[in-house]
Every structure is written in C-alpha cells, then in structure tokens.
C-alpha cells in the first residue's frame, strides 16, 4: 500500500499526530526525522516541514523521492483573511497562491514564472474526503478539545470554509498587512506560510494534495498571543481528529 505523509510545521501539532502512530520509526533525510508508521492500518510517513515555503518544498520532495507517498496532507494553523472566518473554524484549500510572489513586469503579480498561473488547485478527491471528515468532527469539538479550551478560546460551532489559502514567508500579524492582503486577494479566507509551495511541488511530480488549516488569529494586530498554547490545545487536537477520521473510512 502506498503510504500517505503527513506534514506538520510546528513541534506541538507533529507530537499529536505522532501519538497516534504505534509503531513509528525515525529516518533522518535531509536534517529531517521523517517518522513511518500506521495510523488505522495506513502506512504513513509524517514529518515537520519547518516554516516557510522553501523548507516546506524541501520537505515535500522528500517524501515523495525517497519515501514514495502518493498523496500528501498539511495540517497546520494560519491567519483569519475572509468574512466570517474566526478563530477556531477551519479552512480547507481548494487552490493556493504565493501572496509574496512578483516578477513584474516580467509577469503578473502572483504568477509563478514559466508555470503560466498563480493559483495551484489541491486534489478534488483528497479534499473532498478530508471535508467530510472534517464536518463530522466539527459537529461537536468538545470530545476533542474540552471544555476548558472550548471556553478559553470562544470556540463556539466552528465552521469549515474552503476556497483559497495564501502563503508567504513572512508571519502576518499587523492589521495593515491583513487589509493589504483582503485587498490584493480578496478571495483569500486564510494565509500561512507553507502550504503553496508544497502545493507546487505536488503540481510538479503529479501527487495529490490537500490542506487543512485552524485558524488561529485573524492576521491583524492581535496576532501575537501564545498560538503555541492554542496549537496544544486546540489545533493540534483538530488535526488528529479530522485526519484519524479520514484514514478509518474505508
């Protein structure tokens, strides 16, 4: 069977995943510890990206080189940008783009140059999957998180979104940036700083890929809280979750 990675970038959200691989052994590739194991009887390969797109890519074109995955998830947290979307909901990535890329005049702002696009679409099948793995774990975050966590960070129904996520290498956390970004790419519901150039990467060797990201904050001057603690308690505990969900499903 070929396995699935699993990609994380920060320590607290791969402890989680790890947790729930039994048999997990270390292969270090790359200054990387790639874990394999089985997660519901799938072999899975999960590891930490790092932060920022060229560590995120180095990451992903090892898993699928010398580990073989033939589709690949990021979980993750990231900032807030649409209408509605609060902390504690989740988006799923339907495409992704660079927000920081600009070779103009050479080509349109966005575009990644020679690719022809700015927008790089996650797998359907994948993404729908993990959707309705997702929604069933939405229904009632309380088994997940507690009630503690529920009421520390005003957890109430999260929603699920999907649409476009936006990545770049550098971390969001001023209003002005925030508002910069709605206006640039007003279709971006959250920003992060990995998950498009994995999303090239996938585009490049042709394996599925798909993103899951907890909003954390809402990019703006509020920003910088302990999101390590809400990865702990609340993210961390998302991912597993949704992804313990999808992998059972036959």
């Known amino acids: 069977m070929t396995p699935i990675g699993i990609m994380s970038a920060m320590h607290e959200e791969l402890a989680a995943v790890l947790q729930a691989l039994p048999d997990e052994q270390r292969v270090q590739v790359a200054g990387r510890d790639f874990w394999q ?17 060229v560590a995120a890519a180095t990451t992903a074109t090892a898993l699928i080189e010398r580990f073989g995955v033939g589709q690949i998830v990021f979980t993750g947290v990231a900032g807030g940008l649409g209408s509605g979307v609060k902390v504690g909901d989740v988006v799923l990535a339907r495409s992704l783009v660079q927000h920081d890329m600009d070779a103009s005049p050479l080509f349109p702002r966005h575009e990644v140059p020679l690719y022809g696009r700015s927008r790089f679409d996650t797998d359907p099948g994948l993404s729908d999957a993990l959707q309705r ?26 929603r699920l979104h999907e649409g476009l996520i936006a990545s770049g290498d550098r971390f969001v956390s001023t209003t002005a940036e925030c508002r910069s970004l709605q206006q640039t790419l007003p279709e971006a519901l959250a920003v992060e700083m990995e998950g498009a150039a994995v999303a090239q990467v996938c585009a490049d060797y042709g394996v599925p890929f798909a993103a899951l990201r907890t909003i954390s904050d809402r990019a703006d001057d509020d920003a910088h809280a302990d999101f390590s603690r809400f990865i702990r308690q609340v993210a961390s505990r998302y991912s597993v979750a949704m992804l313990s969900q999808w992998l059972k499903t036959p």
């Open 133 to 158: 793995a997702s929604q069933e774990v939405l229904v009632d975050v309380a088994p997940h998180v507690g009630f503690e966590a529920i009421a520390e960070f005003g957890l109430q129904s999260p």
């Open 37 to 53: 194991g089985h997660w519901h009887g799938r072999p899975v390969v999960a590891v930490l990206s790092r932060i920022g797109k």
